[in-house]
């Protein structure tokens, strides 16, 4: 088992940035991949930004070259760097984790507002 808490999201203009977190309850490494995912009301949930335990990243083409998706190991966190913020990067931001077995681990999602 494992409990993933996303924090960071919140109100920025549009151009601004924003930076989410994701603690998790046991060590990243022995997740596959984490990766954050984001929803808006009447969408399917999207994959923002993927990192697996090797270092590879993977994002989605809406966010290329605007997001970036890190991990520090020692403190079992993920990041997402938002920067150059848009209205339709508005959602709410879900941090997830995969584990070697394939099973997903949710965060409780995190909202993320970009407007004027």
């Known amino acids: 088992q494992a409990q993933l808490v996303e924090s960071g999201g919140g109100l920025v203009q549009p151009g601004g940035s924003l930076r989410l977190s994701c603690a998790a309850s046991r060590r990243i490494f022995s997740f596959d991949a984490m990766g954050w995912f984001r929803q808006t009301p009447g969408k399917q949930r999207e994959l923002v930004a993927q990192?697996?335990?090797?270092?590879?990243?993977n994002y989605a083409d809406s966010v290329k070259g605007r997001f970036t998706i890190s991990r520090d190991n020692a403190k079992n966190t993920v990041y997402l760097q938002m920067n150059s913020l848009k209205p339709e990067d508005t959602a709410v931001y879900y941090c997830n984790g995969r584990s070697v077995g394939g099973n997903m681990y949710w965060g409780q999602g995190t909202q993320v507002t970009v407007s004027s």
């Open positions: 990192i697996t335990t090797g270092g590879n990243t």
